[in-house]
Every structure is written in C-alpha cells, then in structure tokens.
C-alpha cells in the first residue's frame, strides 16, 4: 500500500485532523480522522465515492483521545505543560500519564532514558478499536 498524508494537531483546541490518500492493489481510497473538542470521527471512501466506513461515537472518541496524547508525547512534548495532564513518578525512567479531554481520558505509562528521552509510549486505552496493548517504541522514529 502506498499513501500519502497530512496531519494537523492543536493542542489548546483538541483538535487532531489527518487527511490519507492511498491506494492499495491499485484502488485509490482516503481516510479522514476528525478529532475536534471531546467528538471524534473517521471515514473512508474508495475512490472517493463509495463510503466503506463512517465511524463515530464514544468509542472513536475515547481511542482518538488515546492517539492525540500519544502524539503530543512524541511529536510536541514542549506540549507536556498541560494543567489536563497528570503526572505521577513510578521510578526514575518512567511516568504514569494522564490526559483528560472532556469526558475521556487517556492513560498510558512512558519510558525515558538516561538522557530524558522518551523511548516508548504504552496504554491498554485504545478500547474497541484494539483488544491488545499499544505499545509505541518511539526509538524507532
């Protein structure tokens, strides 16, 4: 599969949108994640017709939760300064975190290393959408 996308994350908003062009076995198809204030939504089209998925409510909510915290941690942690946010120290090189956005809230355990960088990200928070843990090695980027 090849795909391109744009993404735009506001963190003062909670607003997460992600725009995705792709093709697969050369069927073009777009995705589009919508993730503003407590309400999330995501739809696919194949060439950008036919609607093959439309999902909303309080489980995309809660996982869209999960994802913006996920990547406010490895792509803006200047954004960690968050009265949302909730810190608590489990031993020198990882933190329990928690955000509350409305009515959801994402939890997750990081992990830093010896130089204060973040080395990996995992919840159990991403509900429906994903019945294992999600971990996110984030040494790998």
Request: hydrophobic fraction near 45%; charged fraction near 20%; aromatic fraction near 12%.
């Amino acid at each position: 599969m090849t795909f391109t996308g744009e993404q735009c994350n506001f963190y003062d908003e909670t607003t997460r949108l992600f725009l995705m062009d792709a093709s697969r076995v050369g069927i073009p198809f777009q995705a589009f994640h919508r993730f503003v204030g407590p309400s999330a939504a995501m739809r696919v089209k194949i060439a950008s017709t036919v609607t093959v998925m439309d999902a909303d409510g309080p489980v995309m909510d809660e996982a869209e939760t999960v994802t913006l915290f996920n990547e406010r941690c490895v792509m803006a942690p200047g954004a960690f300064v968050d009265p949302r946010i909730r810190w608590q120290a489990i031993d020198p090189t990882h933190v329990s975190a928690s955000f509350v956005n409305f009515k959801h809230t994402a939890h997750a355990i990081l992990t830093f290393d010896d130089q204060s960088q973040l080395t990996d990200f995992v919840t159990d928070g991403r509900g429906a959408l994903s019945c294992a843990r999600w971990p996110i090695l984030v040494s790998a980027f």
